[in-house]
């Protein structure tokens, strides 16, 4: 009888163990996962002359968090823009101010770099962030400016409700009768459609 309760009990004690390993193995596993994810999005970069600008867009639903981060590879002074309006003119890159006809339209900002220590130059770099909650769902253009001690390249972390998702370059048509309004069009529809799609295998993978 002893024999048998003595048994039972280490059959007990070594399902137990069983489960906490396999607890600590699937912890693991998903540590790793996450690690592995971070470590293949790649940062957007860019090298740019002084004053000049860059444009993105991203589409956001209501209530996502757009995380931005802008790091100078040197020296480089970079301030962040974002707007709820599309630009349409190349004066919006090269003034200092917005362009007159999406000032409006400005509806968060970062101008105010700080300095971080950098290894690799033994130096420090300006780095700079910018957090913004969407109140709507739209499409959101990101501008990033250099303002002083360029020519410089910057590295760019973007975070949609804490997962990296990449930036997409937006360009402005400057050929005299560019079917522009074909292509924002078109840009839209694949943004939105590659977001729902990304959405589907998301909840697939999840049931």
Not at 37 to 49: D, G, R
Request: charged share 20%; hydrophobic share 35%.
């Amino acid at each position: 009888m002893n024999s048998s309760k003595q048994i039972q009990k280490t059959v007990k004690i070594t399902l137990i163990m069983i489960w906490i390993s396999s607890l600590q193995i699937l912890v693991g596993s998903q540590s790793v996962k996450a690690e592995t994810e971070n470590e293949t999005y790649l940062p957007e970069e860019f090298i740019m002359q002084q004053n000049a600008s860059r444009l993105y867009l991203t589409d956001l639903t209501m209530n996502d968090t757009w995380f931005l981060n802008c790091t100078a590879k040197y020296q480089g002074i970079f301030y962040l823009y974002l707007y709820n309006a599309r630009p349409t003119s190349e004066n919006f890159l090269t003034e200092n101010t917005e362009y007159p006809e999406i000032g409006g339209a400005l509806v968060a900002y970062n101008e105010t770099p700080t300095e971080v220590f950098s290894a690799k130059l033994n130096d420090t770099v300006h780095t700079i962030t910018l957090e913004y909650k969407a109140p709507a769902d739209s499409l959101y253009y990101l501008e990033i400016r250099l303002i002083e001690n360029g020519p410089d390249t910057f590295v760019l972390k973007s975070k949609i409700n804490n997962q990296y998702k990449d930036v997409q370059a937006y360009y402005i048509p400057f050929i005299p009768g560019y079917p522009s309004i074909f292509i924002i069009t078109t840009a839209t529809l694949t943004i939105i459609i590659l977001r729902r799609k990304a959405k589907q295998n998301l909840a697939k993978r999840k049931n």
